[in-house]
């Protein structure tokens, strides 16, 4: 399959564990970030989104905090499982149309 | 509900040719983005079209152009291939507005070229 994760910063995790993946963003005019997961052969994959207007918000087993101080974004993801591993980018929108752009991306690693 | 549907899954062309690449939108959306992934890099946006016009555009040459059709689909187009244009390619579809753009992506073709 399609490998996305070559030299990309790794961070590896133990299975049950909690994983924080952090972003930093460039773009202050940016309002609305989103965050993807990447497995190998596909294409990315919504996680969870946040508005400039918030600071945190949480799905199922994830949680977005967001830092417009420091233009810093993070991803925490609780009790990592093997099938969280993957790529995951961090993405902002600055409104208008509706291009997305990505960051670099941290490949996830889960140790059973 | 289907979802996004690319073709071919990989292809190999020659320097100097030329490809088309196509994009089936996930049911009920219009609007299709392209992206081209490089090897260990993140997604880089080309363009985008809704109501079959070009509502966007990153920072690509003129040979990468597009297409959408009134059914949503979408086709990528690149001129004169080089050597850096091997990458992963990447539509996806998704509404106009809402709470969150609700972007589907495809699965990708990855191009080579030789």
């Known amino acids: 399959g399609e490998n996305v994760g070559l030299h990309l910063p790794t961070l590896s995790v133990q299975e049950g564990d909690n994983s924080i993946i952090n972003c930093a963003y460039s773009?202050?005019?940016?309002?609305?970030f989103i965050w993807y997961k990447q497995e190998s052969g596909k294409g990315p994959q919504f996680i969870i989104d946040i508005r400039s207007n918030m600071d945190k918000r949480q799905g199922q087993r994830v949680t977005v905090l967001l830092n417009k101080t420091v233009k810093h974004l993070s991803l925490q993801i609780a009790a990592t499982q093997p099938g969280d591993s993957a790529v995951y980018f961090c993405?902002?929108?600055?409104?208008?149309?509706?291009?997305?752009?990505f960051g670099i991306g941290t490949k996830l690693q889960v140790i059973p | 509900e289907t979802g996004v549907t690319q073709s071919p899954t990989h292809l190999i062309k020659t320097r100097g040719q030329q490809v088309t690449l196509r994009c089936s939108s996930q049911s009920g959306h219009n609007t299709v983005s392209w992206y081209q992934q490089a090897l260990g890099q993140g997604p880089q946006f080309i363009f985008q079209y809704y109501r079959e016009e070009e509502n966007g555009r990153g920072n690509f040459p003129p040979r990468f152009s597009g297409l959408q059709f009134p059914n949503y689909s979408s086709e990528l187009n690149v001129n004169a291939l080089e050597l850096d244009d091997s990458a992963l390619y990447l539509c996806?579809?998704?509404?106009?507005?809402?709470?969150?753009?609700?972007?589907?992506f495809g699965s990708g073709t990855r191009l080579t070229v030789v």
């Open positions: 773009n202050s005019a940016s309002d609305y």
């Open positions: 996806a579809s998704s509404l106009p507005t809402g709470a969150n753009y609700g972007y589907t």
């Open positions: 993405a902002e929108n600055s409104g208008g149309y509706q291009k997305v752009t």
